[in-house]
């Protein structure tokens, strides 16, 4: 059974940083590509890193330059490096591997004053 573990989210102010966890079991974390998306009260649910299993790396404009996805395969471990952050950055974000369509539980981030 795969489960997606996240973690490292909280308050911080505008301008702040933050790192998302995603510790994963019951898979061969290294042969998936993984993502992080994330859902804002009212909003779809959005893509806001992939990375491949080669560590090739994608990001929608809105976070590009800000946010750095990255692996850790020996840890079976996603992690998201979120920067520069901006109070519409607020939402609750979710480790996926789209492969098998397994959702973490979330994070709550909010960037606030």
């Known amino acids: 059974q795969v489960q997606l573990v996240e973690s490292g989210g909280g308050l911080v102010q505008p301008g702040g940083s933050l790192r998302l966890s995603c510790l994963a079991s019951?898979?061969?974390?290294?042969?998936?590509?993984m993502g992080w998306y994330r859902q804002a009260p009212g909003k779809q649910r959005e893509l806001v890193a992939s990375?491949?299993?080669?560590?090739?790396?994608r990001y929608p404009d809105s976070v590009t330059g800000r946010f750095t996805i990255s692996r850790d395969n020996a840890k079976n471990t996603l992690f998201l490096q979120m920067n520069s952050l901006r109070p519409e950055d607020t939402a609750v974000y979710y480790c996926?591997?789209?492969?098998?369509?397994?959702w973490g539980q979330g994070t709550q981030v909010t960037v606030s004053s």
């Open positions: 990375i491949t299993t080669l560590r090739n790396t």
């Open positions: 996926h591997v789209p492969t098998t369509g397994t």
């Open positions: 019951g898979i061969d974390f290294a042969s998936y590509n």
